[in-house]
């Protein structure tokens, strides 16, 4: 005889997860909740041989007791579902809490009626009725429901055997005898009756002595298949569900206008109680499960029996607030209860942007997939083509409803133009530099100041930087610690983040005066400026948190900035080096070859205008920044499919190039994936075959062939391996058509006309 070894009863327990595909979805925790429950009922009913009656003290306990068997680890520690971390509570609050559960609670409110449990679904494991849950052998098919595979069986049953002894040699004889002794043979054969279902893919070892099993053997956070995906800090669902509950009271309740004081009252008078009882909460807005809430409820009322009054169903003339607001509570915990669908809602942000597209301009999609590869464009193209106008379209579009944003008419708060001189040759012109005239300062250039206020509005708007005229300067020099940071960007906990610009230490060195200069504030207050001035439109959003985020990080590229560089490529400009150009998506705007433009002209184009529904950010922003984030989120034949296919594409591109300093490297691999990534969220029903084509075209036309540029000794044969290997890609085929018509007539030639 053997007990089974700590790993193997681990291993079984994390396979467990697997219960649910998506732990994180509503619902997860009540497809767990029913074996508990099942099994504490069904060792009920061996030992007593009857059903379990929640109105008898005794059979709540011994219930209670038996949900511990499924659950424990130890004489403290539980699990509650397998995924998330264990909790801690010496009676089982698993267990204690099923009773203030819809279900039984509804029973005894209709003593007549048959409730199912669980509720959700359509495989119900047993039934209540009047308070008395009832097996049934006849649902006892339905544990298939739960338990949907095989190895997820054996897991269940190591786990409940988890602290007895079995028989090494006849391990599933044994197994089934054990488990026997504490639960009903109809319930074990439901999923436990034949040895081909035994899974013996586990590493399953043995001890002489039984497991200890402790809280740190167990998962920290939960399990899922979302990569990086962390639950609110607890202060953030807080504040989160106080937002959306007073929200959604407001949009309910018809007799009072502002309901903001009664739940204040509320809190203050609930959240004390809630706090001593169950140190794990310092907040009822914590708690977002209606049967926890009913729980902690029933057990503040059996310390407190006066409570019962303040919590009944009908006001009975002490505490009105809390009375009204915990039942407007309870409502809006039973519609999260039910909301199944938030999978839905989340499926259907992916595809805001197919959405979205549909409506957006047809000459902008272009730019639009572009900047979600990477947030640096340059707009190329002869003068007065309306490569400006085109930042700030896009910035009106997209300009959220926020009256700071939007005071004024002619350019959005999303929107900063800045004109590069001719005599800008060191980055101080853009991320300005410590200065002693005057005193000692920083000076902030208005392009840091954008980057500080962009700061403040992250979650709600892309902001655009339109470098105008980019190449009047050596956009190496000036924009060099720019170009550095941009590639340094990383998903970090599902936010894009980079390296910073300016240090943090300038931001502690120089507070008071920087942090005015950035927010526009009197200097003498900026240390302790509240931002609750109603009558100050020149304020951004909480300067006092961003600030704090400046000193502790310094000034890193905020995740919705969009640098746009407009360039005028003619003689009287600096070209631009291919640095630059491998660092950013190349858009060619020139006047097409024909009438139309002129004609089109003079019906005179939407003048530029804020939008009542502005375009989501999504549509403008990067998701991922390198290759390998963007294969885990596409799907696996997505995957594949490149996988398999752009390494040859990409050696075919550098053969062409033989002979020229123009080959590509990672940096035009990384950049395909993301276009490609991109472009399939526009396109979810096509096929991986032409989303590729059409992304190798684009990437040729924004990355590869702007670097082109040469005499007829350097070109004349790329040029023609070029024209084969651009053959089945439109864009890129004309352009290295036009590149070799011009050759022998200037013996020169370049992408750009």
Known sequence: MAYFSKSTIIEAYRYLSNLTNDPSAQGATQVTSSLRYLFALDEFFKTNLKNCDAKIKSDKDEFIKNVGHVVAIDDVFYTANFFNAIKESADYAVGSNFFSVNAVKNSLENPNGEYPFPKRGSSPLFTIKNGVLIR????????NSVLHSDKLKSAFAIWLLRNKTVETNALFESMKKQLLNSYTEALVDSFFNDEA?????????????????????????????????????????????????????????????????????????????????????????????????????????????????????EYKGTRYAAFRTSKYYRWYLEILAFSDFRSNIDKQKKEVIAVAATSVVEKLRTHLLAMRTKPFLLLAGISGTGKSRIVKQMAFESCPDI????????????????????????????????????????????????????????????????????????????????LSVLESRKLIGGKITSEP?????????????????????????ATSYVNTTSDTPELYGDFNNIYDRLKAEGLRIPSNLIVVGTVNMD?????????????????????????????????GGDALHYYDNPQPKELFLPKVVQAADALAQLSEEDAEYLKANIPQLLFGLNSALNGTPFKIAYRVQNELVLYFYS?????PEE???????????????????????????????????????TAAYPQASKKIAEMQQRLPQAHFTSFWP
């Not at 800045?418 to 040759?425: A, D, L, S, T």
Request: aromatic letters at 12%; charged letters at 30%.
């Open 571 to 603: 003689e009287t400009t600096h070209q631009f080096s291919r640095k630059v150009i491998d660092r950013a998506m190349t858009i060619e705007m020139n006047i097409e070859d024909a009438e139309t433009p002129f004609k089109d002209f003079f019906e």
């Open 679 to 683: 472009l399939r969220e526009e396109k």
């Open 197 to 313: 279902i035994f899974v013996n893919d586990f590493t399953i070892s043995f001890s002489e002595v039984q497991s200890n099993l402790h809280v740190d053997d167990f998962p920290k956070k939960t399990s899922s298949n979302k990569p990086d995906e962390e639950l609110l800090p607890t202060d953030e669902l807080i504040n989160k569900v106080r937002e959306s509950f007073t929200r959604f009271v407001h949009l309910v309740n018809t007799h009072t206008n502002d309901f903001t004081k009664y739940i204040a009252d509320f809190e203050d008078f609930i959240n004390p109680r809630i706090t001593e009882n169950f140190p794990q909460y310092k907040n009822v807005f914590q708690i977002v499960d209606i049967d926890v809430f009913n729980g902690v409820i029933a057990k503040l009322q059996e310390k407190e029996p006066e409570l019962k009054n303040v919590f009944a169903d």
């Open 403 to 482: 009256g700071v944003l939007r005071k004024d008419p002619t350019s959005p708060g999303n929107y900063q133009l800045i004109e590069v001189k001719p005599n800008w040759h060191d980055s101080t012109e853009v991320l300005g530099y410590e200065s002693e005239i005057g005193g000692s300062h920083y000076v902030a250039t208005p392009f840091v100041k954008f980057l500080a206020k962009a700061m403040q509005y992250e979650d709600k708007a892309p902001f655009f930087v339109c470098m105008d005229e980019m190449n009047l300067a050596p956009v190496e020099q000036y924009f060099a610690e720019f």
């Open 501 to 525: 610009l300016i240090k943090a230490d300038i931001f502690k060195k120089y507070e008071t005066s920087l942090k005015a200069e950035l927010f526009n504030l009197p200097k003498e207050t």
């Open 687 to 725: 096929t991986a075959e032409n989303l590729l084509a059409s992304a190798m075209d684009a990437i040729l036309m924004m990355k590869v062939l702007p670097r082109i540029e040469g005499d007829e000794d350097l070109l004349e044969k790329p040029l023609k391996a070029l024209a084969d290997f």
């Open 136 to 143: 049934k052998t006849e649902l006892f098919n339905n544990i």
